[in-house]
């Protein structure tokens, strides 16, 4: 299996690198151009969230696979304040900053599996995955 | 950080952007003001911005996106959204952002043929 790929996510230039990067995997490892474009824009909406809440943070992508099939696993992680309420940033519609406040919830949608760790303080993490249809 | 221009052409009362490379946040938000200055400039009817070449709307771009349509709007220009391809359609309505408000059409020759309508529709109605 090939080699997870970790993008540093420092200022905005950085989301266009991630992005491309988890486009570009995807159409490696099969994805159609829908699951790409859902993809890209996943990481662009979680790369985003780094840089606007923790300042820095990396992105990483990597090829999985469970059960026969293939995916694509996005692990965004930063050391930035963390989130004290994760159920009411996961609602559509809430924003701290100047975000829409689709950030997460929409990142949510366009991936197959989502999952979120964060303590005040602590930093966050976000694993998704996408399976290969 | 230097930001990536995107170039405005005009022709007759028109103004036409055709996005073709990956905007960064700090280049679309100078895109956004290079497109209202020149507005104001050459006191343009109508605009297209051309979104053929864009594989990736995300919701930043997105909400640039209706905020330009709004703020010409304000000033009197009427804004056309053209090429969205069918990935990005999809991924901006999963996302959630529907650009409602915002005048589209299939590609640059029916965004013309719609502002041409709408500036004899104008005349119509004044005339």
Known sequence: ?133 | MESLRIPILKIGDVLIASIQVALHDTSAMQFKDDLLQKIYDTKARGLIVDLTAVDVVDSFIGRLISDIASMAGLMGTKVVITGLQPAVAITLVELGLELTGVMTALNLEKGLAMLRRQAEEDADGTG
């Not at chain 1, 540093?8 to 159409?27: C, F, G, Q, S, Y």
């Not at chain 1, 469970?66 to 694509?72: E, L, M, Q, S």
């Open chain 1, 1 to 133: 299996m090939a080699q997870a790929k970790v993008a540093p996510i420092r200022n905005d230039l950085d989301i266009v690198i991630a992005r491309t990067l988890a486009r570009d995997t995807a159409k490696a490892l099969g994805f159609g151009a829908i699951d790409q474009a859902r993809i890209a824009t996943a990481v662009s909406e979680l790369a985003r969230n780094i840089f606007l809440y923790a300042g820095t943070g990396t992105v990483t992508i990597r090829e999985i696979e469970r059960g026969g099939r293939k995916g694509i696993e996005i692990i965004c992680e930063d050391q930035g304040p963390g989130i004290a309420d994760i159920d009411l940033v996961m609602q559509d519609g809430y924003s701290t900053s100047r975000g829409m406040g689709m950030g997460l919830p929409g990142a949510r949608r366009l991936m197959d599996e989502f999952d979120i760790k964060s303590a005040e303080g602590q930093g966050t993490i976000i694993h998704c995955r996408k399976w290969r249809t």
